[in-house]
């Protein structure tokens, strides 16, 4: 199997691929979209060229299989929607390289059936809320979601029927998963990780959990010409120190990322102390014990900031996205298909969600993901090599086959 032309492929579909767009001059493709109907019709043309019978579901995935033994099905895919002025690779390249893997595995070789899915929304971009085509699949979308309403006021439910489809029968696109043997994505990385350690590859063991807390200092605005020093109660003050905190904490904790992106000092005049500061703290880490503990630590130490500066700590809103783990057979697999084809097993959580994230909810689930030059993504010039594409549509086809 020649895989570099394999690869190349790929990659000029990439570009007919973000050619469908909303807006010209940059690639934006959304939910059901105009543009996305292209996109299909490119899609269900290189699923057929690879042996596949294709469908579209209710909530507008793209679905093609390649008939195995059965009875079984092993799921691939990604997502085909995109954020404003994204990159080409960012989903797509996933769903490209499941359509390359079928068509170099070819009919009947395999003891499942393979289906590669295009999923219809990731970035969560039109409606506010991401996952729409994997929570369709796993099962888990509601009936409320057909309600929400895009910028233009235009409601979910008649998005999908402006496509040709019936919201309504969004159950339909659920697979019965007693009937499902797993699911593996390939993405980009979309990071600087695999780079750094001079690799194509890695097997991805599991998606970093996430707390985000969005909060307040509120001390007391006064006048920075009149007002001494000693007894300010300045909010973005504690906040200055909360946040060298915060990157002297994270530094101290393998793998444990912090931020603070987003700070609004008001009342914000130059000659003004801050009377508040609405800020905001994103913390992420692959194990869920360490992650709940820089939490507790980080806001206990905003708390205790706050009473030593007189200031008063207010929480908005506290959210948390639960730790996703791979399952290790299905990471264990993916690792040997590395060291098959030669290449370091590296292992690596991913920090960014991923489709995967909602199909580990009902499904094993492995991922692949290939180097990212200069860890760049959502932005035009996110780029893959030719090389390592090939490599990964190789390490692919072993895994699946492998099964
Ligand atoms: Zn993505």
């Known amino acids: 199997m020649n895989y570099t032309q394999l690869a190349h492929e790929c990659l000029t579909r990439a570009d007919e691929l973000a050619a469908c ?54 799921l691939t895919g990604s997502h085909l929607d995109t954020v404003p002025d994204a990159g080409k690779y960012d989903g797509m390249l996933g769903v490209l390289i499941g359509i390359a893997a ?14 590669v899915i295009g999923f219809s929304d990731e970035e969560g971009v039109r409606y506010k809320m991401p996952y729409l085509g994997s929570l369709a699949v796993a099962g888990l979308f509601k009936a409320e979601y057909l309600a929400r309403v895009d910028e233009r006021g235009v409601t979910m439910a008649d998005a999908i029927k402006n496509f040709g489809l019936n919201g309504e029968d969004f159950k339909s696109a659920a697979y019965n998963f007693a009937d499902v043997a797993g699911f593996a994505e390939v993405h980009i990385e979309q990071g600087p990780v695999l780079e750094a350690e ?23 605005a006064s006048h920075a010409g009149t007002t001494p020093m000693r007894g300010r109660r300045d909010a973005f003050t504690a ?6 905190f915060v990157e002297k904490y994270a530094l101290s904790i393998p793998n444990l990322v912090a931020t603070v992106g987003m700070a609004q000092v008001r009342p914000g005049g130059a000659n003004v102390i801050p009377g508040e500061v609405y800020f905001s703290l994103d913390i992420r880490h692959g194990d869920q014990p360490v992650l ?13 900031i706050a009473s030593r500066r007189n200031i008063e700590m207010v929480i908005e809103t506290q959210e948390a996205q639960a730790v996703v783990k791979c399952e290790p057979l299905l990471v264990n697999k993916m690792a040997s298909a590395m060291e098959f084809h030669s290449h370091r097993p590296y292992r690596l959580a991913s920090g960014a969600g991923h489709d995967t994230a909602i199909l580990s909810k009902v499904t094993p689930t492995a991922m692949l993901f290939i180097r990212s030059p200069g860890g760049i993504s959502h932005n035009p010039i996110e780029t893959v090599t030719v090389e390592d594409v090939a490599a990964a549509i190789e390490v692919f ?5 492998s099964l």
Do not use: W
């Open 21 to 74: 767009t909303e807006s010209p001059g940059i690639l934006k493709r959304t939910f059901l979209s105009e543009p996305m109907r292209r996109a299909h019709a490119l899609v269900r043309d290189y699923m057929q060229g690879a042996g596949m019978q294709v469908r579209v579901d209710a909530l507008g995935n793209i679905v093609g299989r390649l008939e195995g033994k059965g009875p079984k099905a092993f």
């Open 102 to 115: 079928a068509s170099a595995i070819g009919a009947q070789n395999l003891a499942y059936h393979f289906d």
């Open 198 to 220: 001079g690799l194509a590859l890695g097997a991805v063991t599991g998606l970093v959990g996430q707390s985000r807390v969005k909060l307040f200092y509120r001390g007391l």
């Open 239 to 244: 906040l200055s120190e909360l946040n060298v």
């Open 292 to 304: 709940d503990r820089a939490t507790e630590v980080i806001l206990g130490e905003a708390t205790a």
């Open 397 to 401: 086809v072993t895994f699946l086959r």
